[in-house]
C-alpha cells in the first residue's frame, strides 16, 4: 500500500514558467489538502478539497489552483511561478473533513522558483 | 482569532533524558488537539489526538496531556532517542477548521 504519493521529489523551476505538482492516494479518501510549509511559518494550507468534484480556497491560495476530477487524485497547479512560491509543498488526506479524521501526508515536493 | 502557539521554538538535549514540548492554543470551540511528528524530509505523522473530555493519551514513549480550561496542552518524551530527533507539530480543530502550530524543533544528542 503506498497510501500518498507525490511527484516530483524536487523541482527548480524558472519565474514564470507553469508547473504541476502531483498528488495520488490509493486509500479512497474523501477529503484531500495542499499544504506549503515555510522554515518559521508551520504548514499553511493552500486549497482543499472534501470530494471529489469539489474544491475551496485556504489560507494562501493566490497562485495556485487545483481540481479533483477522481477520488485519488488531487493535482496542484501554479500558472506562473514566483520565486515567492520556493516552499516545501505537501499534499493530505483524510477519510472525511474535519479534526476528528488524521490527515495523513505525502512526502512533499521541494520547489525552487529563481 | 483562532492561534496555536508552541514552546520552544527549539530544544536540545542528550539521548535519554526526558522533555516536554508545550502548545498553548485560543481555539473555540474546541473539538480535538493532535500532535505530529515530522522527521526531516518527510510528511508529518500523527502521534496522539485528544478531545475535550480526555486529559490524556500514551503512546510507547509519547505522552500528550490536554487542560481545556487552560487550553494548554503538552508532549512530553520519555528516555529519548535518537530517532526523536524531529519537529513537533500541535494541530487543533474547532467546527471542522483545522490551526497547525508553527511546531518544536527538537535534537537528540548521542
Known amino acids: 500500500i503506498a497510501g500518498i504519493t507525490q511527484a516530483p521529489t524536487s523541482q527548480i523551476l524558472a519565474a514564470g514558467r507553469r508547473m504541476t505538482l502531483r498528488c495520488t492516494q490509493d486509500m479512497r479518501h474523501n477529503a484531500m489538502y495542499w499544504y506549503r510549509q515555510d522554515l518559521g511559518l508551520g504548514l499553511r494550507l493552500i486549497h482543499y478539497?472534501?470530494?471529489?468534484?469539489?474544491?475551496g480556497k485556504g489560507e494562501v491560495p493566490d497562485g495556485y489552483s487545483v481540481s479533483r476530477a477522481n477520488t485519488d487524485d488531487f493535482p496542484l497547479t501554479l500558472a506562473s511561478a514566483v520565486p515567492s512560491q520556493t516552499s516545501v509543498y505537501f499534499c493530505a488526506s483524510s477519510e472525511g473533513t474535519g479534526g476528528t479524521y488524521e490527515q495523513y501526508f505525502g512526502p512533499g515536493t521541494r520547489l525552487t522558483v529563481t | 482569532k483562532n492561534q496555536v502557539e508552541q514552546s520552544p521554538q527549539s530544544l536540545i538535549i542528550l539521548e535519554g533524558k526526558n522533555c516536554t514540548l508545550q502548545?498553548?492554543?485560543?481555539?473555540?470551540?474546541?473539538?480535538?488537539l493532535r500532535w505530529y511528528k515530522q522527521d526531516t524530509g518527510r510528511g508529518p505523522v500523527s502521534l496522539t489526538i485528544m478531545t475535550f473530555s480526555e486529559n490524556t493519551k500514551s503512546n510507547g514513549r509519547y505522552t500528550a496531556t490536554l487542560d481545556a480550561d487552560t487550553k494548554q496542552s503538552s508532549l512530553h518524551i520519555t528516555a529519548s532517542q535518537l530517532s526523536d530527533s524531529a519537529s513537533y507539530i500541535c494541530v487543533v480543530s474547532a467546527w471542522g477548521k483545522i490551526i497547525f502550530g508553527k511546531g518544536t524543533r527538537l535534537h537528540i544528542l548521542p
Open positions: 502548545c498553548n492554543y485560543t481555539v473555540s470551540p474546541f473539538s480535538n
Open positions: 478539497s472534501n470530494t471529489a468534484g469539489t474544491t
